[in-house]
């Protein structure tokens, strides 16, 4: 019998997971998985008890809730000898990273993918700043603009859901200042004022589905987007053509795959790992080709390996 270990954040979103819990274990023992969970505590728990899990040598891992307990449990397997193979049951706020594998945002349609599923091997990345090394799974980014994620309180995402990124959005806007940053990214440079950078490793970030409308989960290399300055008219604009995908041939935007991405500036610039707050940069950005199996919808595997999907 296989062993399964849930992980979830008894926090996340509109907090219902916990009420479905019954029905998720019986589940997955019917499908023949010896199941237990732990339910986190605070920030950080999630990456604790994955590492358990890694030595507990688990067949799986689930994460249950937002990016945020996504990129903790990941933080816990990446980099290890063992690597269990990662489930997700998304019940977060925005779910970028089910929505870029085309998980459904349902309890009941995500234990399925998991039990009918396919395992996939994907890409992660590795950042390294101030002396640490932190892995994420969706997107890292930095710039004023990027810092909206991790400035809306867990209370307004409970009660609103994405409105309360989107109103936080508005609020911040006119005081978002340029960061005067030199990137590099296998061996070409970039020097001067930027919005903001995103280095993603999926199509899905913050809402917008087609943000980086090239990437692929598992080719082992990042999407970059550098957002050159802008001022608020434009950047509305670009805004509106992200949501179609058609930000990428405006003058204002650099958009390039790259396997490695170097961040210098002597600005303070935060970094955004899956949308939790991540240090200081400057950093560096490694991407690590096929580093951790997810399961998928069946569909999306044959487009993976098609190379039809991001
Ligand atoms: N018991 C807990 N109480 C408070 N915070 C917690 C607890 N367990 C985990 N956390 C923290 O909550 C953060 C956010 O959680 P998570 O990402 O799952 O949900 P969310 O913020 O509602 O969704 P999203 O990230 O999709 O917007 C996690 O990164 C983690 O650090």
New binding site residues.
């Given amino acids: 019998m296989k062993r399964a270990r849930i992980i979830y ?5 509109r907090e219902i997971f916990k009420k479905n819990l019954p029905e998720v274990l019986q589940k997955l023992e019917q499908a023949g998985y010896e199941t237990s969970c732990h ?8 990456t604790e008890a994955a590492k358990v899990a890694v030595e507990r040598k688990f067949d799986i891992v689930i994460a249950a ?8 449990v990941i933080n816990g397997i990446a980099g290890q000898d063992y690597r269990p193979q990662l489930g997700i049951i ?7 990273f089910a929505r870029a594998i085309n998980v459904p945002r349902t309890i009941e349609g995500a234990v399925d993918v998991i039990i009918n599923g396919v395992p996939k091997a994907i890409d992660l990345g590795a950042v390294t700043n101030e002396g640490q090394t932190h892995h994420f799974v969706n997107i890292a980014g930095g710039g004023r603009l990027t810092e909206l ?1 991790y400035e809306v309180p ?1 209370k307004l ?2 009660m609103l859901g994405q409105l309360a990124y989107y109103l936080k959005g508005m609020e911040m806007l006119p005081s978002i200042k340029p960061t005067t940053v030199e990137i590099e990214y296998d061996g070409k440079f970039f020097s001067g004022d930027i919005m903001m950078f995103l280095v993603s490793l999926t199509n899905s970030v913050g809402g917008f589905e087609k943000l980086a409308p090239d990437s692929s989960l598992d080719d082992g290399m990042f999407d970059l987007i550098i957002l050159k300055k802008a001022n608020l008219a434009e950047f509305i604009r670009i805004a509106t053509l992200a949501l179609r995908g058609e930000h990428i041939n405006d003058p204002h935007i650099i958009y390039t795959k790259a396997n490695r991405v170097k961040i210098h500036t002597n600005d303070k610039m935060q970094l955004n790992l899956d ?2 707050y991540g240090g200081l940069l400057p950093g560096e950005f490694v991407n690590l080709y096929r580093h951790v199996e997810v399961f998928v919808p069946k569909e999306t595997a044959k487009l993976m390996e098609k190379n039809e999907i991001a």
Avoid at 39 to 46: N, V
Avoid at 65 to 70: A, F, P, V
């Fill in positions: 954040n008894p926090t996340s979103g339910a986190t505590t605070c920030a950080g728990d999630a809730g937002g990016d945020g307990t996504i990129n903790e998304p019940v977060g706020t925005t779910n970028d994620t867990s995402k409970t949308g939790e």
